[in-house]
């Protein structure tokens, strides 16, 4: 499930770094102002793509057999970005200075909690110390599968606190929950490649792991995550990506029926169950009018069990988000006309996750995720592709 963030790192001349969020617009952007009231705490900075390149609407007189200009260019587009993806490697998206926390799995899961509370990020890959191996990526998911262990024996809490990172596989097959891949990728292998991997995986992020020549004993790099990705797109490839110039609603990007949804009111522990059972990274907050007031992110989990308090889980959702921290970065809007070139313009400036799809008057009409942007650029207009047929 995909990132409380990091903060911005000093970006190389591959990756820029990341712009604080686009005031609030009339284009797609919502203000707290709304006819509810607001709690306070629960305010936030809506933003939307720039809509002044969505194009007007005219009437087409070739047959739909033949590509259009407007589909020569973003097929055009497309490929100059697989292109670019192919010649460079997962090293690049790196910036020149991070920071890498690496947990031992020996680790009890209550202290890897607040370590990542107190570095302030959301993931961080595992190590097998006695065996000298990488041992796969601690994610907020799991996290969500020891909540689950929880409810099903709520007797065993003084168990619960005594897990290691050891256990998350047995945690797991307790639940009846289908272990996640453990992959990774070499980060001199292309970028493609990894793309690539995620996608098939359902992977939002993925460790490079290197193997020492002589030793063959192998050595965490870093994490790249899909947002990471599309930026390093969008800062080194606008010569392609603003050719993609087809509305949302043309290309099918996103997700429009059977949204799942919950309130202000709404407790922490429900939306979680609604996350496991739709296998979903958020959830849409929104008014009795189907107005987007928030999001409830699968990272907003890990402040609500700090110190294994899972007490706090039947608290509201609105309590939870209070709880976000101050650099939090909003949340993104668009609409279905805005373009795949406007959304990338605003992953360029600004730290996206996700885009949240509202019409005119704010109500809710879908979720554009980062996989949904990836797997267009990287899989439309591929008539055959395993990826394709096990997405």
């Known amino acids: 499930m995909d990132d409380a963030r990091a903060p911005p790192e000093q970006a190389n001349p591959g990756a820029s770094s990341e712009a604080s969020p686009l005031p609030p617009t009339s284009a797609g952007g919502i203000t707290a102002n709304g006819p509810l009231p607001i709690r306070q705490g629960h305010e936030l900075p809506f933003v939307a793509p720039s ?23 973003e097929m055009q587009g497309l490929k100059g970005v697989r292109e670019f993806l192919k010649v460079r490697t997962s090293y690049d998206v790196l910036p020149l200075s991070f920071r890498l926390v690496v947990l031992d799995i020996d680790l009890l899961i209550k202290k890897s909690l607040n370590i990542l509370i107190q ?48 256990s998350l596989r047995d945690i797991e097959k307790a639940i009846g929950v289908l272990p996640l891949e453990t992959v990774s990728v070499h980060p001199t292998k292309p970028l493609y490649e990894a793309c690539r991997r995620m996608l098939k995986t359902r992977a939002r992020r993925i460790p490079l792991v290197d193997v020492d020549d002589e030793t063959q004993r192998e050595t965490v790099v870093s994490v790249i995550t899909q947002y990471r990705i599309l930026k390093f797109i969008a800062v080194n490839n606008e010569q392609h ?31 979680i169950h609604l996350m496991v059972k739709h296998n979903i990274s958020a959830v849409p907050i929104i008014d009795r009018d189907n107005k987007l007031l928030n999001v409830f992110e699968a990272v907003d989990v890990i402040p609500c069990i700090k110190g294994g308090a899972y007490d706090e889980l039947s608290a509201s959702v609105g309590d939870a988000l209070s709880k976000r921290a101050d650099d939090f970065a909003g949340i993104y809007t668009c609409s ?53 047929a096990t997405a």
């Open 51 to 73: 809509s002044y390149l969505r194009p007007k609407q005219t009437s087409r007189t070739m047959s739909d057999k033949t590509p259009s200009p407007l589909d020569k260019d």
């Open 119 to 166: 570095n302030g990020i959301v993931s961080a890959p595992l190590w097998d110390s006695r065996n000298s191996t990488f041992a796969g990526l601690l994610t907020s998911t799991d996290y969500i599968n020891v909540i689950q262990y929880y409810c099903q024996f709520p007797d065993q809490l003084n168990q619960v606190d005594q897990f290691r990172l050891s």
């Open 241 to 271: 990506t603003m050719l993609l110039k087809k509305p949302v609603r043309e290309i099918g990007l996103g997700t429009y029926s059977n949204l799942a949804t919950a309130t202000m009111d709404s407790c922490v522990l429900d939306v």
């Open 336 to 388: 279905e006309e805005d373009r795949l070139d406007s959304i990338f313009d605003t992953i360029r400036k600004s730290r996206v996750h996700r885009l949240i799809v509202v019409d005119d008057e704010s109500r809710l009409k879908g979720i554009i995720s980062l996989s949904d942007i990836l797997k267009y650029v990287l899989l439309y207009g591929e008539e055959e592709d395993d990826i394709r």
